[in-house]
């Protein structure tokens, strides 16, 4: 394993994400103890040293199941623990940190967190905790008291946000959503740029856009690989995309299988920055402006349709389905998020107003029976 260094530390440069588990019985809290256990213990074996959780992981139970197998084989005080203040639940009745830091410690079982992130933080919610949570002087008194080591966020809002955020409180790194499809959202290459210049280094996380970058079954993407003789897994094409930069402290992949790890590992083994070959940057290149070519439902997740449903159907998650499925030829993966959230579909009563709400002028009632027809057709 390649290590980077962070305050004298040791930090392996592949980071265990918990976020996407094995299950039992497809239910997302039931978590397949035997099996993690191994997948924990080859990384940690194969000198993997940082495991990132969040609060809200497998409805807490990615925690649980942190704490539960570190602590059996003895090796809590030789890994890192990240995990997250849960900030969907901001302004909810009974939100307060203290409480859901003293849960997270007690998941965990331990009497530290050595790497604490404010989660998936937007502008407002850092306005909010200020104002509202007077979180500056929690964090400040945890971090004094040795509870919380080092201190981040981890983040999905504009880069004037990232910039924002950075500044006005002494992070010592932050974590954002990168890979070679995401380098001009959110905190992008801007992002990293800016992040280095302030010395504060970042962990990725979606380096492989949550599996969407692997193409499966893809002619057109394996027409472009062999055409700048591409020979290695599109899983390790992205992954080499992201360790090639510098100032990265970590990049998280979630892993749902003992393959996954393996695989992983080996390839972090392989990169190393500046590595990306100039072959590989071509076909990156033309990977991207063939996906951008794709033609999608054109609808930015702004939500303005949901509210006035009267039959409370998923619009954007179903057209984020499908725009997935098509874009990147992975219809078995977004079947799954479509039986779950979409199973409704068919209860439309073309009343149309989702249709007159949609700032994109779409026609939703008739986009809804595509996508129903490709997926249920
Ligand atoms: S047209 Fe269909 S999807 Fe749109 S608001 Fe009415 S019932 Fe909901
Ligand atoms: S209002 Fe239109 S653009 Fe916004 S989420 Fe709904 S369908 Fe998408």
Redesign the pocket.
């Known amino acids: 394993m390649r290590y980077n260094y962070f305050h004298g530390e040791k930090l392996s440069v592949l980071g265990f994400g918990c976020m996407r588990l094995p299950v039992l019985d497809n239910d997302q809290s039931k978590i397949d103890m035997p099996q993690v256990e191994e997948m924990f213990m080859y990384a940690y074996e194969n000198g993997v040293n940082y495991y990132d959780t969040a609060y809200p992981y497998h409805n807490g139970f990615s925690e649980v199941a942190l704490g539960e197998i570190l602590a059996k084989n003895n090796i809590r005080d030789k890994v890192n623990i990240a995990t997250k203040l849960f900030t969907l639940e901001i302004g909810r009745p009974g939100f307060d940190p203290e409480k859901m830091l003293a849960t997270q410690l007690e998941r965990l079982k331990t009497d530290h967190i050595d790497y604490y992130l404010i989660h998936g933080l937007h502008g407002d919610q850092w306005d909010r905790l200020k104002n509202e949570y007077n979180i500056i002087d929690f964090l400040n008194e945890k971090r004094r008291k040795g509870i919380i080591r080092h201190m981040g966020f981890s983040f999905h809002d504009s880069y004037e946000a990232f910039q924002k955020i950075i500044d006005d409180y002494s992070w010592e790194f932050a974590q954002i959503q990168y890979n070679y499809l995401d380098n001009e959202i959110q905190a992008g290459d801007r992002g990293l740029r800016y992040a280095q210049r302030r010395g504060i280094p970042l962990n990725i996380m979606e380096p492989i856009k949550g599996g969407n970058l692997i193409f499966p079954d893809y002619p057109a993407i394996d027409e472009i690989r062999a055409k700048h003789g591409i020979t290695e897994s599109n899983a390790e094409l992205a992954l080499r995309y992201v360790f090639d930069k510098e100032n990265l402290h970590v990049v998280l992949s979630g892993m749902s299988a003992l393959d996954q790890v393996k695989e992983n590992i080996a390839i972090a083994d392989r990169c190393s920055v500046g590595g990306l070959t100039e072959d590989e940057k071509a076909c990156i290149d033309d990977i991207r402006a063939f996906l951008e070519s794709v033609p999608t439902i054109p609808c930015t997740g702004c939500r303005y349709?949901v509210a006035?449903?009267?039959?409370?159907?998923h619009?954007p998650v179903a057209f984020s389905c499908y725009n997935g499925a098509v874009k990147f030829g992975n219809k078995v993966a977004q079947m799954r998020s479509y039986n779950r959230d979409c199973s409704n579909?068919a209860?439309?009563?073309?009343?149309?107003?989702?249709?007159e709400a949609c700032p994109q002028h779409l026609d939703?009632?008739e986009l809804?029976k595509e996508v129903r027809a490709y997926f249920e057709g």
């Open positions: 349709c006035g449903c009267p039959m409370q159907i619009i579909l209860d439309c009563v073309e009343c149309r107003q989702c249709a939703i009632p809804l």
